[in-house]
């Protein structure tokens, strides 16, 4: 087990800057095994040593996974000089473990992302080779038919030549708007909006509802978010 400065424990932790850390333990407010530690530069295992704030014992975490509905107009970014973030729908208390999106959803798609620290899962993820699935409901602006069902199904070609790999189209609702779900096993830019381009169509509104075995919790409202159970934990590290 590697051993991390105390500050930067507590300061991951929440319990603020490296600077008001330093204050809390000057103060005679941390102790660690049992002992009343002064210095904030001092190594700890935190997985192994009690740490204790206050009189309350440190339950430490490295790493955070959260699920979020993310609404339109908020960019799968860390930091934008524009636009709001989905970094800045969080919490503070979220916001120090310095999360990142697991891939991206575009400005105005709607739905499941993830955000995590564990660059490890990051990777599994959205590596080309893992060819994990991700599933959209979406809105089309034209006649969605067998046809196309047959076409995703092959793989069709985008506007700069590339070919899908074989993707799964189904119909929800075929009345004035057609309505679907399309299960894709590869992340191109824009590359919903571009299939359907291709076959003559529009997506006039997108919204990812899973992700691997991860469902989006449907209890949560445009912008909300919470930390990943367990039981979704597991089905994202053991697909």
Known sequence: MKTQRIDKILGNMGYGTRKKVKYIIKDGRVKVNGELIKSSSIHVKPNEDTIEVDGEVLEYKEFIY????????????TFDHRDETVIDLLEPIHQVFE????????????????????????????????HVPK??????????G??????????????????TLPAKLKILKSDDTYEIELTIVEGKFHQVKRMFESVGKKVTYLKRISMGELSLDEDL???????????????????
Do not use: W
Not at 66 to 77: E, T
Not at 100 to 124: A, M, Q, W, Y
Not at 146 to 163: R, T
């Open 221 to 239: 409202e445009l912008g909300e978010y919470r930390e990943l159970t367990e039981e979704e934990l597991d089905k994202l590290k053991n697909r």
């Open 66 to 77: 959260i699920m979020m509905n993310k609404p339109q107009d908020v960019v799968s970014a």
């Open 99 to 130: 999360p990142f999106p697991v891939g991206r959803l575009d400005k105005d798609t709607e739905g499941l992302l993830i955000l995590t620290n564990d660059g490890k899962l990051s990777h599994e993820l959205l590596s080309p080779k893992k």
């Open 146 to 163: 067998q046809k196309d069902i047959d076409s995703f199904e092959k793989g069709v070609i985008l506007d700069d030549g590339y070919k």
């Open 135 to 144: 599933t959209y409901f979406a809105c089309i602006d034209g006649m969605v």
